[in-house]
């Protein structure tokens, strides 16, 4: 358990992916670049079984921003997608029901 002060100091926004393409080498990762109104993030996320990079463009996301960066394949994320795990174990991402602005604050 954690206390609700540390989930807190968890940074979750709504993004809206800008590109989306494979990473050579996995059949899992998708390199996504994301729109965050006031910056442009780069996240590296394991949807690639459950996604097709192009089904992504234009759709909002909700992602964790303030992760330290990780090296994955070579390539920077800056960020965690956030999805559940579907009947077949599948990722299903977690999203607004209705368009919100870039950056907006999940609380």
């Given amino acids: 358990m954690i206390s609700y002060d540390q989930f807190k100091e968890s940074d ?3 993004a809206t992916v800008l590109s ?3 990473v050579d080498g996995s059949d899992k990762l998708l390199k ?3 729109d965050l109104e ?4 780069q996240i590296i996320a394991g949807i690639g079984k459950a996604y097709e990079p192009e089904s992504l463009v ?6 964790i921003v303030n992760l330290e960066p990780r090296i994955l394949l070579g390539l920077e994320s800056q960020g965690m997608v ?3 795990h579907g ?3 599948e990722a299903v991402l977690l999203r607004p029901d ?3 602005p870039n950056g907006s604050n999940i609380s």
Avoid at 58 to 63: A, D, E, M, V
């Fill in 87 to 89: 009947e077949n174990g």
């Fill in 82 to 84: 956030l999805a559940a």
């Fill in 20 to 22: 989306a393409e494979r």
């Fill in 38 to 41: 006031t910056e442009k993030r």
């Fill in 98 to 100: 209705r368009v919100v």
């Fill in 58 to 63: 234009g759709q909002q996301i909700t992602i």
């Fill in 32 to 34: 996504l670049e994301l």
């Fill in 12 to 14: 979750l926004r709504v």
